[in-house]
């Protein structure tokens, strides 16, 4: 692999975690206002009509291969993959805590990483595999403090030590986007880079809206008020899978997968400054294994 397409890769995947901290922070606010699956749904058509206008209007990353059944397999398998991880993201940062749903959800990049190798065999060199691995392990350093913390919040709420439901979101939403990530990358050749967010955003669409109808969830547009998070909610979303659909055409998934993780960091740095929410040390430790592993994958 050449050194210019991994720096270019590496650059990309960390430009896909500010953009995914940045759409975290939009969507706690936007759901808070409009609920989950109402904020879900124009969230992805902010995304998506962005994504496709830089098809249409750039005539960018046109594909490379045609259409075939087997791709539409895939996309059907990525769709209900993003309905599954999006709505589960949605609801636990609507009822949970940011800090500590957050690092959890950013455990996709473990089974990313597997499937990238066992499954897909993608080629990665063991220096790159123990960069990943490093940024893995302090992911889930991370992780395990947000769980104990939410265990720690349960039984403060007088909730019997039993974990919430928007923990166990967000555990669905990790195993979601840990399949939808590899998914999208074979979608590419047949879609484009960008246009595989478009196809994605409209096969989740296509795939939930007839159940949000059969129960009867409000879909009307968000008001004023929240058009601004929402919208932002899904624009930052879609930048960070173009970034991490870039990044995947200079560098392994299980390369790029950790480096894309990273949000959850960024996440503990913005609870830390604007929230006042002081992580807990085993947090900290997570966080410096996981910018080690950075400097390791992109050396």
Not at 30 to 41: D, F, I, K, S, Y
Not at 99 to 111: D, Q, T, Y
Request: charged fraction near 10%; charge should be positive; glycine fraction near 10%.
């Amino acid at each position: 692999m050449p050194a210019s397409a991994l720096s270019t890769a590496v650059l990309l995947a960390l430009g896909a975690s500010v953009s995914w901290a940045l759409a975290n922070v939009a969507v706690a606010r936007g759901t808070r206002l409009v609920g989950a699956v109402r904020g879900l749904l124009w969230a992805e058509v902010a995304g998506g009509a962005l994504a496709a206008l830089v098809v249409g209007v750039g005539k960018v990353d046109v594909p490379t291969e045609a259409f075939t059944t087997t791709t539409a397999l895939w996309l059907a398998g990525a769709g209900a993959a993003a309905l599954l991880s999006y709505l589960c993201m949605f609801y636990a940062l609507e009822h949970g805590r940011l800090p500590i749903a957050v690092p959890i959800m950013s455990g996709w990049a473990v089974i990313s990483t597997a499937i990238s190798v066992l499954l897909l065999h993608e080629p990665v060199r063991p220096a790159q595999l123990g960069g990943a691995a490093l940024v893995i392990v302090g992911v889930l350093l991370v992780s395990r403090h947000a769980g104990q913390a939410a265990g720690a919040a349960a039984r403060a709420e007088g909730a019997g030590g039993r974990a919430p439901l928007w923990l166990w979101a967000s555990f669905g939403a990790a195993l979601g986007f840990g399949v939808l990530i590899p998914a999208v990358a074979r979608l590419a050749p047949a879609t484009g880079r960008v246009g595989s967010v478009v196809a994605v955003f409209g096969a989740d669409i296509v795939l939930g809206l007839p159940l949000a109808l059969w129960f009867r969830v409000d879909l009307r547009p968000p008001p004023r008020a929240a058009w601004l998070p929402v919208a932002l909610a899904g624009l930052f979303e879609t930048a960070g899978f173009v970034c991490v659909a870039l990044a995947g055409a200079r560098a392994p998934l299980a390369v790029v997968s950790p480096l894309a993780s990273l949000a959850s960091a960024l996440t503990v740095l913005y609870a830390w400054v604007v929230l006042r929410d002081r992580p807990h040390p085993v947090a900290l430790a997570g966080a410096a294994l996981a910018a080690a592993g950075v400097l390791v994958l992109a050396s």
